[in-house]
Protein backbone atom coordinates (compact mmCIF):
# COMPACT_ATOMS: atom_id res chain seq x y z
CA UNK A 1 0.00 0.00 0.00
CA UNK A 2 1.18 3.69 -0.81
CA UNK A 3 2.30 5.41 1.95
CA UNK A 4 1.43 8.45 -0.23
CA UNK A 5 -1.50 10.69 0.68
CA UNK A 6 -3.41 13.10 -1.27
CA UNK A 7 -3.82 16.64 -0.24
CA UNK A 8 -5.97 19.39 -0.95
CA UNK A 9 -5.53 23.20 0.30
CA UNK A 10 -7.68 26.43 -0.66
CA UNK A 11 -5.91 29.35 -0.87
CA UNK A 12 -6.90 33.33 -2.28
CA UNK A 13 -9.79 33.88 -0.40
CA UNK A 14 -11.58 36.69 -1.02
CA UNK A 15 -10.39 39.94 1.49
CA UNK A 16 -12.14 43.77 1.87
CA UNK A 17 -10.12 46.04 -0.37
CA UNK A 18 -9.08 48.12 2.89
CA UNK A 19 -9.17 45.21 5.69
CA UNK A 20 -10.88 45.98 8.36
CA UNK A 21 -11.57 49.41 8.13
CA UNK A 22 -13.93 49.51 5.14
CA UNK A 23 -14.23 52.13 2.82
CA UNK A 24 -17.88 52.23 2.49
CA UNK A 25 -19.45 50.68 6.47
CA UNK A 26 -19.54 52.89 8.68
CA UNK A 27 -22.34 53.73 11.58
CA UNK A 28 -21.91 57.35 12.60
CA UNK A 29 -19.23 59.79 12.49
CA UNK A 30 -17.52 61.39 15.51
CA UNK A 31 -16.71 63.98 17.78
CA UNK A 32 -13.15 64.19 18.10
CA UNK A 33 -12.94 67.02 20.94
CA UNK A 34 -13.17 69.98 18.11
CA UNK A 35 -14.94 68.54 14.73
CA UNK A 36 -16.52 65.73 13.29
CA UNK A 37 -14.10 63.28 11.43
CA UNK A 38 -16.29 62.71 8.20
CA UNK A 39 -17.79 59.44 7.29
CA UNK A 40 -15.51 58.29 4.62
CA UNK A 41 -12.07 58.85 4.02
CA UNK A 42 -11.54 62.44 2.06
CA UNK A 43 -8.35 61.03 0.85
CA UNK A 44 -9.42 58.06 -0.67
CA UNK A 45 -12.28 59.99 -2.81
CA UNK A 46 -9.80 61.82 -3.75
CA UNK A 47 -7.48 59.67 -5.17
CA UNK A 48 -10.44 57.33 -6.16
CA UNK A 49 -11.41 60.33 -7.89
CA UNK A 50 -8.67 59.50 -10.17
CA UNK A 51 -8.95 56.11 -10.11
CA UNK A 52 -10.84 55.28 -13.74
CA UNK A 53 -11.46 57.71 -16.41
CA UNK A 54 -15.30 56.90 -16.75
CA UNK A 55 -15.59 58.41 -12.71
CA UNK A 56 -13.55 61.16 -13.51
CA UNK A 57 -15.48 61.93 -16.91
CA UNK A 58 -18.83 61.37 -15.88
CA UNK A 59 -17.91 64.06 -12.41
CA UNK A 60 -16.23 66.59 -15.04
CA UNK A 61 -19.15 66.58 -17.32
CA UNK A 62 -21.55 66.95 -15.00
CA UNK A 63 -19.76 69.82 -12.96
CA UNK A 64 -19.23 71.66 -16.76
CA UNK A 65 -22.90 71.31 -17.44
CA UNK A 66 -23.56 73.02 -13.86
CA UNK A 67 -20.34 75.87 -14.40
CA UNK A 68 -21.55 76.62 -18.11
CA UNK A 69 -25.36 77.25 -16.96
CA UNK A 70 -24.72 79.21 -13.55
CA UNK A 71 -25.49 82.98 -14.44
CA UNK A 72 -21.98 84.92 -12.95
CA UNK A 73 -22.71 87.59 -9.56
CA UNK A 74 -20.86 90.57 -8.50
CA UNK A 75 -20.08 88.63 -5.38
CA UNK A 76 -20.13 85.05 -6.39
CA UNK A 77 -17.87 84.26 -9.88
CA UNK A 78 -18.13 81.42 -12.19
CA UNK A 79 -14.69 80.32 -10.64
CA UNK A 80 -16.06 80.00 -7.17
CA UNK A 81 -19.08 78.04 -7.97
CA UNK A 82 -16.79 75.65 -9.81
CA UNK A 83 -14.86 75.19 -6.69
CA UNK A 84 -18.27 74.35 -4.64
CA UNK A 85 -19.83 72.09 -7.39
CA UNK A 86 -16.92 69.77 -7.80
CA UNK A 87 -16.32 69.17 -4.46
CA UNK A 88 -19.96 68.98 -4.00
CA UNK A 89 -20.08 65.97 -6.85
CA UNK A 90 -16.19 64.31 -5.47
CA UNK A 91 -16.83 64.66 -1.70
CA UNK A 92 -20.57 64.60 -1.40
CA UNK A 93 -19.55 68.14 0.78
CA UNK A 94 -18.90 71.57 -1.01
CA UNK A 95 -18.58 74.84 0.93
CA UNK A 96 -18.65 78.07 0.49
CA UNK A 97 -17.25 81.29 2.48
CA UNK A 98 -19.38 85.14 3.14
CA UNK A 99 -16.49 87.39 2.97
CA UNK A 100 -17.79 90.61 4.81
CA UNK A 101 -16.56 93.96 5.18
CA UNK A 102 -16.30 96.17 8.50
CA UNK A 103 -20.10 97.14 8.64
CA UNK A 104 -20.57 93.11 8.38
CA UNK A 105 -21.72 93.72 4.70
CA UNK A 106 -20.60 90.21 2.17
CA UNK A 107 -17.86 91.58 -0.31
CA UNK A 108 -17.34 88.15 -1.49
CA UNK A 109 -18.34 84.57 -1.87
CA UNK A 110 -15.51 82.23 -1.83
CA UNK A 111 -15.27 78.81 -2.46
CA UNK A 112 -13.20 76.54 -0.33
CA UNK A 113 -11.57 73.33 -0.36
CA UNK A 114 -13.93 70.23 0.63
CA UNK A 115 -11.14 67.85 0.98
CA UNK A 116 -9.95 69.87 4.51
CA UNK A 117 -13.30 71.32 5.81
CA UNK A 118 -14.62 70.10 9.20
CA UNK A 119 -17.66 70.64 10.73
CA UNK A 120 -17.29 71.66 14.28
CA UNK A 121 -19.92 70.71 17.45
CA UNK A 122 -21.85 73.88 16.73
CA UNK A 123 -24.07 73.64 12.86
CA UNK A 124 -22.88 77.10 11.76
CA UNK A 125 -18.90 76.51 12.95
CA UNK A 126 -16.56 74.86 10.53
CA UNK A 127 -12.73 75.01 10.19
CA UNK A 128 -10.06 74.08 7.81
CA UNK A 129 -7.09 71.61 8.40
CA UNK A 130 -4.06 73.51 7.05
CA UNK A 131 -0.70 71.80 6.16
CA UNK A 132 -2.26 68.23 7.14
CA UNK A 133 -2.61 69.33 11.36
CA UNK A 134 -3.20 72.98 11.93
CA UNK A 135 -6.42 74.25 12.07
CA UNK A 136 -8.11 77.66 10.81
CA UNK A 137 -11.40 78.38 12.09
CA UNK A 138 -13.65 80.51 10.27
CA UNK A 139 -16.11 83.23 11.91
CA UNK A 140 -19.12 81.62 13.13
CA UNK A 141 -21.98 81.38 10.67
CA UNK A 142 -19.61 82.78 7.70
CA UNK A 143 -19.51 79.21 5.77
CA UNK A 144 -22.00 77.43 3.93
CA UNK A 145 -22.01 73.70 3.65
CA UNK A 146 -23.49 72.23 0.36
CA UNK A 147 -23.68 68.75 0.97
CA UNK A 148 -25.79 65.26 -0.77
CA UNK A 149 -27.92 63.76 1.61
CA UNK A 150 -26.97 60.85 3.89
CA UNK A 151 -29.07 58.03 5.15
CA UNK A 152 -26.56 57.44 7.85
CA UNK A 153 -25.77 60.56 9.43
CA UNK A 154 -26.87 64.34 8.92
CA UNK A 155 -23.40 66.04 9.47
CA UNK A 156 -21.74 65.52 6.50
CA UNK A 157 -22.49 64.46 2.77
CA UNK A 158 -21.19 61.06 0.95
CA UNK A 159 -21.18 61.18 -3.03
CA UNK A 160 -24.00 59.27 -4.93
CA UNK A 161 -21.13 57.35 -6.47
CA UNK A 162 -19.89 55.52 -2.94
CA UNK A 163 -21.99 52.17 -4.37
CA UNK A 164 -19.98 52.33 -8.03
CA UNK A 165 -16.30 52.47 -6.28
CA UNK A 166 -15.37 48.83 -5.88
CA UNK A 167 -16.17 48.71 -9.78
CA UNK A 168 -14.05 51.99 -10.22
CA UNK A 169 -10.72 50.08 -7.88
CA UNK A 170 -11.91 46.97 -10.24
CA UNK A 171 -11.39 48.88 -13.32
CA UNK A 172 -8.23 50.32 -12.18
CA UNK A 173 -6.78 47.31 -10.59
CA UNK A 174 -7.68 45.86 -14.38
CA UNK A 175 -5.58 48.37 -16.28
CA UNK A 176 -2.30 47.86 -13.66
CA UNK A 177 -2.43 44.71 -14.16
CA UNK A 178 -2.50 44.63 -17.82
CA UNK A 179 -0.10 47.57 -17.42
CA UNK A 180 1.94 45.20 -15.73
CA UNK A 181 2.13 42.28 -17.70
CA UNK A 182 3.17 44.27 -20.93
CA UNK A 183 5.61 45.78 -19.17
CA UNK A 184 7.61 43.02 -17.43
CA UNK A 185 7.55 39.78 -19.41
CA UNK A 186 8.44 37.60 -16.57
CA UNK A 187 5.80 35.97 -15.86
CA UNK A 188 5.65 32.30 -15.46
CA UNK A 189 3.45 31.95 -18.21
CA UNK A 190 4.38 27.93 -19.47
CA UNK A 191 6.28 24.95 -18.09
CA UNK A 192 8.97 23.71 -21.11
CA UNK A 193 9.15 20.28 -20.47
CA UNK A 194 12.73 18.49 -21.77
CA UNK A 195 12.81 14.40 -22.00
CA UNK A 196 14.84 14.34 -25.10
CA UNK A 197 18.14 12.59 -24.19
CA UNK A 198 19.93 14.34 -27.63
CA UNK A 199 19.67 17.52 -25.72
CA UNK A 200 23.12 17.40 -23.42
CA UNK A 201 23.55 19.99 -20.47
CA UNK A 202 25.32 22.77 -22.62
CA UNK A 203 21.91 22.85 -24.97
CA UNK A 204 19.91 23.33 -21.71
CA UNK A 205 22.18 25.86 -20.51
CA UNK A 206 22.14 27.82 -24.07
CA UNK A 207 18.24 27.70 -23.84
CA UNK A 208 17.57 29.27 -20.45
CA UNK A 209 20.19 32.02 -21.78
CA UNK A 210 17.99 32.53 -24.83
CA UNK A 211 14.52 32.84 -22.61
CA UNK A 212 16.38 35.48 -20.36
CA UNK A 213 17.39 37.54 -23.09
CA UNK A 214 13.95 37.84 -24.30
CA UNK A 215 12.26 39.25 -21.00
CA UNK A 216 11.42 42.84 -20.42
CA UNK A 217 11.23 45.09 -23.57
CA UNK A 218 10.35 43.51 -26.55
CA UNK A 219 10.04 39.83 -25.12
CA UNK A 220 7.46 38.51 -27.64
CA UNK A 221 10.09 37.05 -29.64
CA UNK A 222 10.28 33.80 -31.74
CA UNK A 223 13.09 31.12 -30.50
CA UNK A 224 14.43 29.07 -32.35
CA UNK A 225 15.93 25.05 -31.34
CA UNK A 226 17.46 22.50 -33.00
CA UNK A 227 17.81 19.13 -32.03
CA UNK A 228 18.86 16.50 -34.72
CA UNK A 229 17.48 13.30 -33.93
CA UNK A 230 15.14 14.65 -31.32
CA UNK A 231 12.15 12.64 -30.18
CA UNK A 232 8.89 13.88 -31.24
CA UNK A 233 7.36 14.52 -27.66
CA UNK A 234 10.96 15.48 -26.17
CA UNK A 235 9.98 19.10 -26.24
CA UNK A 236 6.90 20.13 -24.58
CA UNK A 237 5.60 23.77 -23.91
CA UNK A 238 2.74 23.26 -21.52
CA UNK A 239 0.47 26.38 -20.40
CA UNK A 240 -0.08 27.33 -16.86
CA UNK A 241 -2.89 29.26 -17.77
CA UNK A 242 -4.42 30.41 -20.88
CA UNK A 243 -4.17 33.74 -21.16
CA UNK A 244 -5.14 34.93 -24.30
CA UNK A 245 -8.10 32.33 -24.49
CA UNK A 246 -9.47 33.09 -20.98
CA UNK A 247 -8.73 36.86 -20.90
CA UNK A 248 -11.37 39.40 -18.87
CA UNK A 249 -9.72 42.30 -19.62
CA UNK A 250 -12.19 43.49 -22.05
CA UNK A 251 -15.13 42.05 -19.93
CA UNK A 252 -14.18 44.19 -16.66
CA UNK A 253 -13.49 47.14 -18.54
CA UNK A 254 -17.07 47.28 -20.10
CA UNK A 255 -18.81 45.72 -16.99
CA UNK A 256 -17.63 48.35 -14.34
CA UNK A 257 -17.67 50.97 -16.80
CA UNK A 258 -21.41 50.20 -16.83
CA UNK A 259 -21.05 50.13 -13.34
CA UNK A 260 -19.48 53.59 -12.93
CA UNK A 261 -21.84 55.27 -15.55
CA UNK A 262 -24.97 53.98 -13.91
CA UNK A 263 -24.30 55.56 -10.47
CA UNK A 264 -24.12 58.90 -12.43
CA UNK A 265 -27.37 57.92 -14.88
CA UNK A 266 -25.01 59.64 -17.56
CA UNK A 267 -26.19 58.40 -20.97
CA UNK A 268 -22.33 56.64 -22.43
CA UNK A 269 -22.74 58.90 -25.60
CA UNK A 270 -22.25 62.06 -23.64
CA UNK A 271 -19.01 61.21 -22.68
CA UNK A 272 -17.36 60.27 -25.62
CA UNK A 273 -17.53 56.90 -25.28
CA UNK A 274 -17.46 54.45 -28.57
CA UNK A 275 -20.34 52.27 -28.97
CA UNK A 276 -19.32 48.86 -29.19
CA UNK A 277 -22.46 47.63 -31.54
CA UNK A 278 -23.44 48.77 -34.94
CA UNK A 279 -26.33 50.79 -34.10
CA UNK A 280 -24.98 53.14 -31.53
CA UNK A 281 -26.60 54.51 -28.13
CA UNK A 282 -29.23 56.66 -30.03
CA UNK A 283 -29.48 60.24 -30.60
CA UNK A 284 -26.47 62.49 -28.77
CA UNK A 285 -29.61 65.39 -29.03
CA UNK A 286 -32.18 63.60 -27.20
CA UNK A 287 -30.12 62.16 -24.40
CA UNK A 288 -28.36 65.33 -23.57
CA UNK A 289 -31.71 66.75 -23.33
CA UNK A 290 -32.97 64.32 -20.74
CA UNK A 291 -29.94 64.39 -18.97
CA UNK A 292 -30.67 67.72 -18.71
CA UNK A 293 -33.86 68.11 -16.86
CA UNK A 294 -33.41 64.73 -14.93
CA UNK A 295 -29.82 64.85 -13.24
CA UNK A 296 -29.07 69.17 -13.91
CA UNK A 297 -32.00 70.91 -12.80
CA UNK A 298 -32.45 68.65 -9.67
CA UNK A 299 -29.19 69.50 -8.80
CA UNK A 300 -29.47 73.41 -9.50
CA UNK A 301 -32.30 73.16 -7.19
CA UNK A 302 -30.93 72.30 -4.73
CA UNK A 303 -27.41 74.29 -4.63
CA UNK A 304 -29.62 77.21 -5.24
CA UNK A 305 -31.77 76.46 -2.43
CA UNK A 306 -28.95 76.03 0.12
CA UNK A 307 -26.81 78.73 -0.61
CA UNK A 308 -29.50 81.43 -1.32
CA UNK A 309 -31.19 80.63 1.57
CA UNK A 310 -27.74 81.24 4.01
CA UNK A 311 -26.92 84.02 1.94
CA UNK A 312 -30.17 86.11 2.20
CA UNK A 313 -30.02 87.23 -1.41
CA UNK A 314 -30.24 84.90 -4.82
CA UNK A 315 -26.66 84.95 -5.51
CA UNK A 316 -27.01 81.71 -7.54
CA UNK A 317 -29.27 81.74 -10.98
CA UNK A 318 -28.62 79.22 -13.46
CA UNK A 319 -29.56 79.69 -17.43
CA UNK A 320 -32.33 77.60 -19.03
CA UNK A 321 -31.52 74.36 -21.47
CA UNK A 322 -31.78 76.49 -24.44
CA UNK A 323 -29.55 79.15 -23.55
CA UNK A 324 -26.52 76.76 -22.70
CA UNK A 325 -26.96 73.75 -25.22
CA UNK A 326 -28.30 74.74 -28.90
CA UNK A 327 -30.64 73.31 -30.50
CA UNK A 328 -32.62 73.85 -34.01
CA UNK A 329 -36.03 73.58 -32.06
CA UNK A 330 -34.80 76.27 -29.62
CA UNK A 331 -37.99 79.01 -29.25
CA UNK A 332 -38.16 82.40 -30.26
CA UNK A 333 -36.84 84.79 -27.43
Known amino acids: MSDSKVQAFSFGDPEPVLDKHDFSQYYETWLNGRYYEPPVSMNGLAKSFRSTPYLSTAIIFKKNQLVSSFRSHPLFKSADFERVVIDNLVFGNGYLQRIDNRLNDPIKYSGLMGKYMRRMKDSDQHLMLV ?192 EVNYSKDKPAN
Open 131 to 322: SGYKEHEFAKGSVCQIKTLDVDQEIYGTPEYLSALQSAWLNESATLFRRKYYNNGSHAGFILYMTDSSIDDDDVDSLKQAMKDSRGPGNFRNLFLHAPGGKKDGLQLIPISELAAKDEFHNIKGITRDDILASFRTPPQLLGIIPSNAGGFGSISDAREAYWYNEIVPEQVRIANVINEWAGDSIVRFKNYF
